[in-house]
T-cell receptor, first 112, second 113 residues
């Protein structure tokens, strides 16, 4: 079972920041927070991941609370092409024998 | 070049047939996976191979048999296809010991009539 909780859906206006929350209150010390998204029925696409510190890359920023029980994915300037299902996943990083366990995710709808 | 490629992308077949879906990755990764996404859009892990060795085998009917001839390939063979096998099957790969990031293929949509 997925160890994360996400809102089922969110809306965002084009050009505005999209802030997607995720709760992972039972996260273990060696588990990373990963974010993936799936546009329509394409293969899931990696966005970002982190352990303790906030992370930023060309796609998004990841803010992890100090107690690591929740995190927020930020798309700074959402576009129509960011409409997708976003998955927050916790997993021990880089360890054989563990897989990404997907939950229901958040369906983000970006509109003009 | 596509990092993780699956063939075929679409497969329509009759109940009772046997079919295979092939997956190849050119990333040099040592772990490969098969996921199934059903009509309700849930993505579920089916199998994982690390260096050609099966390391994850979720509760999947034994009609499904993964085969890994080498590190770069993980094929999925399905015997006696049933209506409930209709789904999109995604292959993925990762390099263990690194970030654990998974790279997914574009999926193979299987329709059983």
């Amino acid at each position: 079972d997925a160890k994360t909780t996400q809102p089922p859906s969110m809306d965002c206006a084009e050009g505005r920041a999209a802030n997607l929350p995720c709760n992972h209150s039972t996260i273990s010390g060696n588990e990373y927070v990963y974010w993936y998204r799936q546009i329509h029925s394409q293969g899931p696409q990696y966005i970002i991941h982190g352990l303790k510190n906030n992370e930023t890359n060309e796609m998004a920023s990841l803010i992890i609370t100090e107690d690591r029980k929740s995190s927020t994915l930020i798309l700074p300037h959402a576009t129509l092409r960011d409409t997708a299902v976003y998955y927050c996943i916790v997993r021990v990083g880089g360890q054989a024998g563990t897989a990404l366990i997907f939950g229901k995710g958040t369906t983000l709808s970006v509109s003009s | 070049d596509t990092a993780v490629s699956q063939t075929p992308k679409y497969l329509v077949t009759q109940m009772g047939n046997d079919k295979s879906i092939k997956c190849e990755q050119n990333l040099g990764h040592d772990t490969m996976y098969w996921y199934k996404q059903d009509s309700k859009k849930f993505l579920k892990i089916m199998f994982s191979y690390n260096n050609k060795e099966l390391i994850i085998n979720e509760t999947v009917p034994n009609r499904f048999s993964p085969k890994s001839p080498d590190k770069a390939h993980l094929n999925l063979h399905i015997n006696s296809l049933e209506l409930g096998d209709s789904a999109v099957y995604f292959c993925a790969s990762s390099q263990e010991g690194a970030s654990g990031r998974l790279f997914f293929g574009e999926g193979s949509r299987l329709t059983v009539l």
